[in-house]
């Protein structure tokens, strides 16, 4: 299994606070994604980053932002929780081959 | 609009049977296509991969068969185990933005029960 952990595993949180997710790897992968997984959704990409302190937004990015300031981690923000928010949020990190990503074993955040 | 699809959400099947999972897309683009497994409270688990220059990869139990004219692929799981129940998710690619990163696409997932 690629060494990705996320922390925390379980969050409760009040409409309108900040949250940061973390995700860490021990690959040394370029590539790091973070995604959200909704019932009836799949996997919705929201934020990735090809290189320390280079990032760029996905499909779903409104209301969140990241940074990465070292090759092993890559935060999500939630700069003022909503509730529609609530979800699961998973890390992944691809290198080579590119095209397959492996992923962590998820956050899942309550936003109440 | 989605670009892959997975129409059947689920699936149950007889174990020592096999499984059929089903993935269409629709961007022509799409040069790479992948099928993740996921358990409740897990990530999902890279399984199996193909490149659109093949119609076919094996490995061990699973087997992906690539229809590039009919813009289908499918998943198959010979012979099925009581183990293998856990949601499937067929992913597709075929761009690199701009810095070089490579997009996936994912359908919404079909939920495999093998029955003992």
């Known amino acids: 299994d690629a060494g990705i952990t996320q922390s925390p595993r379980h969050k409760v949180t009040e409409t309108g606070t900040p949250v940061t997710l973390r995700c860490h790897q021990t690959?040394?992968?370029?590539?790091m994604y973070w995604y959200r997984q909704d019932p009836g959704h799949g996997l919705r990409l929201i934020h990735y980053s090809y290189g320390v302190k280079d990032t760029d937004k996905g499909e779903v990015s409104d209301g969140y932002s990241v940074s990465r300031s070292k090759t092993e981690d890559f935060l999500l923000t939630l700069e003022s929780a909503t509730s529609s928010q609530t979800s699961v949020y998973f890390c992944?990190?691809?290198?080579?081959?590119?095209?397959?990503?492996?992923f962590g074993p998820g956050t899942r955040l309550l936003v109440l | 609009d989605q670009q892959v699809k997975q129409n059947s959400p689920s699936l149950s099947v007889q174990e020592g049977r096999i499984s059929i999972l089903n993935c269409d897309y629709t961007?022509?683009?799409?040069?790479?296509f992948l099928w993740y497994k996921k358990y409740p409270a897990e990530g999902p688990t890279f399984l199996i991969s193909i490149s659109s220059i093949k119609d076919k990869n094996e490995d061990g139990r699973f087997t992906v068969f690539l229809n590039k004219s009919a813009k289908h692929l499918s998943l198959h799981i010979v012979p099925s185990q009581p183990g293998d129940s856990a949601v499937y998710f067929c992913a597709a690619g075929g761009s690199y933005s701009g810095a070089g990163s490579y997009q996936l696409t994912f359908g919404k997932g079909t939920k495999l029960s093998v029955i003992p």
């Open positions: 961007n022509s683009m799409f040069d790479y």
């Open positions: 690959e040394n992968h370029r590539y």
């Open positions: 992944a990190i691809s290198g080579q081959p590119q095209e397959t990503q492996y």
